[in-house]
Nanobody
Framework: QVQLVESGGGLVQPGGSLRLSCAAS????????MGWYRQASGKQRELVAT???????NYADTVEGRFTISRDNARNTVYLQMNSLKPEDAAVYYC??????????????WGQGTQVTVSS
């Protein structure tokens, strides 16, 4: 069983910053890609950023230059530093991890989500 636990969401004013964290725990061999997705009210879930085990990052155009994804492989943790937040960034943010369970099996896991509200 693999669990992803997110933290760091909250209320912030436009232009402010937040840092999200997501820690993976359980029984697995390793973690491949990790990422953050978000879902605003009434909208579909969308990709925010992903990062490979080697540290290569990819961002949605809407957050490029404002958000930074990073990971600590020793702690099985991925972070999302969000700067210059806009009201349109408000959403529930979900952590995702592609986890190598056995030599031949990898599964996707999701966190429970953490709310980010951007409002004055």
């Amino acid at each position: 069983q693999v669990q992803l636990v997110e933290s760091g969401g909250g209320l912030v004013q436009p232009g402010g910053s937040l840092r999200l964290s997501c820690a993976a725990s359980g029984s697995f061999r390793s973690i491949n890609a990790m990422g953050w997705y978000r879902q605003a009210s009434g909208k579909q879930r969308e990709l925010v950023a992903t990062i490979t085990s080697g540290g290569s990052a990819n961002y949605a155009d809407t957050v490029e230059g404002r958000f930074t994804i990073s990971r600590d492989n020793a702690r099985n943790t991925v972070y999302l530093q969000m700067n210059s937040l806009k009201p349109e960034d408000a959403a529930v943010y979900y952590c995702n991890a592609r986890v190598k369970i056995t030599i031949i099996r990898s599964d996707d896991y999701w966190g429970q989500g953490t709310q980010v509200t951007v409002s004055s």
